[in-house]
T-cell receptor, first 115, second 113 residues
């Protein structure tokens, strides 16, 4: 059974387009996250939602907008894609409501390539 | 500010030998320390976590980590490396005043047959 799933796995698109990445977790967790991993494998948190409420919002361009329709889903919409947005985006989830101490479980990642 | 450092970009070890992947941290208050592993083209997998108590934490796949408060370190260890252990390993720190998990830059472990 897939615990944290993301779609699509690969996304190739042109500059200026708008795209979405979807994430779902079937662990019954209360908190979900979006991370960005750049080409040097550096991992940085972007957003976190607890039970549909935004609790972490890092310094991310407002072209990135997370949406959580329910606590099992956290989608990431990106407007006006730029070359620098090319990266692997990971979704994660955790049981409690303390992002800095709860164990996080990661999805398989979405590799976004902007041409 | 909280931070975590992985001083080695890559660690090379022969199969069957013990391995150590180093991690040091800085946090105000009690640290929560994690190790994750990332295989090529995969997501991060949780290995182990230190909260409090015993300084030696045992985790998945035969890995363990030793918490050393005086040296502010949390090194990952395994007594006998396998080729299949070759992957990217991330240390992470939480707790204290931060509301998020801070990841290190990762250490690539290469186990030679």
């Amino acid at each position: 059974d897939t615990a944290v799933s993301q779609t699509p796995k690969y996304l190739v698109t042109q500059m200026g387009n708008d795209k979405s990445i979807k994430c779902e977790q079937n662990l019954g967790h209360d908190t979900m996250y979006w991370y960005k991993q750049d080409s040097k494998k550096f991992l940085k948190i972007m957003f976190s939602y607890n039970n549909k409420e935004l609790i972490i919002n890092e310094t991310v361009p407002n072209r990135f907008s997370p949406k959580s329709p329910d606590k099992a889903h956290l989608n990431l919409h990106i407007n006006s894609l730029e070359l620098g947005d090319s990266a692997v985006y990971f979704c994660a989830s955790s049981q409690g409501f303390r992002p800095s101490t709860d164990t996080q479980y990661f999805g398989p990642g979405t590799r976004l390539t902007v041409l | 500010a909280q931070s975590v450092a992985q001083p080695e970009d890559q660690v090379n070890v022969a199969e069957g030998n013990p391995l150590t992947v180093k991690c040091t941290y800085s946090v105000s208050g009690n640290p929560y320390l994690f190790w994750y592993v990332q295989y090529p083209n995969r997501g991060l997998q949780f290995l182990l976590k230190y909260i409090t108590g015993d300084n030696l934490v045992k985790g998945s796949y035969g890995f363990e980590a030793e918490f050393n408060k005086s040296q502010t370190s949390f090194h990952l260890k395994k007594p006998s490396a396998l080729v299949s252990d070759s992957a990217l390993y991330f240390c992470a720190v939480g707790g204290g005043a931060t509301n998020k998990l801070i990841f290190g830059t990762g250490t690539l472990l290469a186990v030679q047959p």
